[in-house]
């Protein structure tokens, strides 16, 4: 069984940055992409990013766009979600997740990576807040 912990969260100022890890374990599958949402109180786990297998796919929610830069490390089992310019309506949950692409191969990920039946597993997750 996959195992995915997150870590990194924290009480930042707005402008200020943070740096999300996610440390994988128990991998059955060799190709996976990975990806990053986030719940705020009472709302919809929302798409934060992507990057597929080799990192040449990278997809952002315009929330995220020219802020965030996710990147992974495949031999290390890690994933990353650089956060600059922090405002206070980031403040959520963030959730590292997973997608086996050999057994979705039937779907390209570039048509639904934003979508949380996406993906298979997913990490607990790490609260970011930011305060004004």
């Known amino acids: 069984q996959v195992q995915l912990v997150e ?14 890890s996610c440390a994988a374990s128990g991998r059955t599958s060799s190709i996976f992409a990975m990806g990053w949402f986030r719940q705020a109180p009472g709302q919809e786990r929302e798409f934060v990013a992507a990057i597929g297998w080799k990192g040449g796919s990278i997809y952002y929610a315009d929330s995220a766009k020219g802020r965030f830069t996710i990147s992974r490390d495949n031999a290390k089992n890690m994933v990353y979600l650089q956060m600059n310019s922090l405002k206070p309506e980031d403040t959520a949950v963030y959730y590292c997740a997973e997608s086996d692409l050999l057994r979705r191969q039937s779907t390209r990920f570039s048509s639904n990576y934003f979508a949380k039946d996406r993906y298979d597993y997913w990490g607990q997750g790490t609260q970011v807040t930011v305060s004004s």
């Open 7 to 20: 870590s990194g969260g924290g009480l930042v100022q707005a402008g200020g940055s943070l740096r999300l």
